[in-house]
């Protein structure tokens, strides 16, 4: 154990994801030794983060203002909206550059051991999102697992009569992999859904 | 495929033991508590990432030590040798490399060596509860289908939200009213819990009817009469026999749990699925619990094991097997039986407290086991 305020910041950075008692040390040690600009503008970016950034009124994502830059996009398919758990998906999936629609961030998923049923994500705000008409298509997004598919499930019942295509994610093999390297389910997983070559 | 060398550090009473094997037949004999059991545990842990004797893996580990290292060098079908080294971590994960190079998960290891290992605690297949037939089932699947393990981890946990939704629900009801949303997500557990447990069942019925045979002809090898052994799989989903195609299943599993509904939310948890199923193991007309002899039940449980055994043989990658304290209780000739019945196997690994109990048939290599030493007897 360090003293006071050392000991208070080790345990304060070890709160965070990610980061174990050896690592909230070594942080620690770092953040002291550092130049106090440094320090400060990491201050800064905290409060900064925590003061301006709120969750866009329309889809859930993080924003700086009422709502994020790719529901102001007007460039963006207003026909198509992909379903996500976090605003982390959003980013993964904005990197690949392939899906040009809109986005709807549940802010986790269906768990009743956690405690989340449908009443803890931005599940009703979704529907008031495809209420209008104006979405043709519902991409479930969801994370591939049993919680994330019971979500994807509830949610493709609950739109199926609005008359919506409704998709999910496919699920297989990683591009670039080993297929010796797959794991069991994985590769179980991909079997299931091979498709046929068309040539 | 058979395991060329084992090594054990800090393992249950064994500071350090280094034992070099060889195909065939190879016995530990020593009196009781000298560490015999230790070894063959050891082997059929590697094989399984558990223990036929504890649930937990803290026994496992040497008094005063606070990690235990498994390795075998196992010598596969081709030809190739494998090295596996498990470190076991009681508290924390185990950490598995394979050939001298870290796996990502100790579960890389399953498969690498495959055993069946017979022990005097497999009389619980036929004396206790389903939950024992329920594992014997499911650890074969997975020995024979790697995949199905990541089905049945699917189930179990469909399983566990499901029963957590069901008793919160229960809970709410009670406190009058509570939140009407609770149960709106049940359908959707229903329709997962349905396509996950039909799977299993499915592979469970498909394992049964490949089984029945060999236990049976294994049975009629070890005993004098009584027989046949009939396997049957009693479902919890229907008093008649299940339909033998995965959709078929699918519809059964459905409908029983939508006509069970009223039942488990009042209950709060599932009543229905293949982990409320038992195996009842018939001999002849009656159920071996409650009927057979003491002999009858052995014999009984030593089948279900040389039977899973010659099936994993006749899918090709003949796995280990381990008979530890069998002979103690069979007679002369069962022992010469079960002797003709094994001793063709690519490598036998067997313990007993006195030699004279392994019969000459099993004449191979042969260990002594004290005080935790093993020391390697030469024949005159």
Known sequence: MYEGVVQDLIDELGRLPGVGPKSAQRIAFHLLAADPADV???????????????????????????QCRICLDPRRDVAVICVVEESKDVVAIEKTREFRGRYHVLGGAISPIEGVGPDDLRIRELMTRLADGVVTELILATDPNLEGEATATYLARLCKPMGLRVTRLASGLPVGGDLEYADEVTLGRAFEGRRLLDV | MHVAHLS??????????????????????????????????A???????????????????????????VRASIVREDGRSALAELEINPGKANRAR??????????????LLRTVLFAPEDLALVKGDPGERRRFLD????????????VRQDYDRVLKQRNTLLRTA???????????GALSTLDVWDEHLAAAGAELTYARLDLVA????????????????????????????????????RAGIHAVLTSAIAAGRAAEVERGQTLVGPHRDDLVLRLGPLPAKGYASHGESWSYALALRLGSYELLRADGGEPVLVLDDVFAELDVTRRARLAEM????????VTAAVAEDVPPALAGARYDVAAGEVRRVEHE
């Open chain 2, 98 to 111: 394979i050939n001298r190079s870290p796996a990502t998960r100790p579960r890389d290891l399953l498969g």
């Open chain 1, 40 to 66: 400060r503008r990491l201050v800064h970016a905290l409060v900064e983060v925590k003061d301006k950034v709120r969750f866009c009124a329309t889809c859930g994502n993080v924003a700086e203002s009422e």
């Open chain 2, 210 to 245: 490949a089984l029945q045979p060999l236990v049976d002809k294994a049975y009629d090898a070890l005993s004098t009469g009584g027989g046949p052994i009939v396997l049957d799989y009693r479902s919890s989903m229907s008093e008649d026999p299940l339909p033998t195609d």
């Open chain 2, 8 to 41: 054990l550090v800090d393992y249950r009473s064994y500071a350090r033991v280094e034992v070099p094997l060889e195909p065939g037949v190879t016995a530990f004999v020593g009196p009781n508590g000298q560490g015999k059991t230790n070894l063959v545990e």
């Open chain 2, 139 to 150: 650890e074969l699947l997975t020995a024979r289908t790697p995949r199905l393990l990541g």
């Open chain 2, 342 to 349: 094994v001793a063709h196997g690519e490598q036998v690994l």
């Open chain 2, 43 to 69: 082997i059929g842990y590697l094989a399984t990432l558990g223990s036929h004797r504890v649930a937990s893996d803290a026994p496992l580990v040497r008094l005063g030590a606070e990690r235990a290292y």
């Open chain 2, 170 to 180: 229960a809970l709410a009801r009670r406190a009058g009213g509570g939140r009407s």
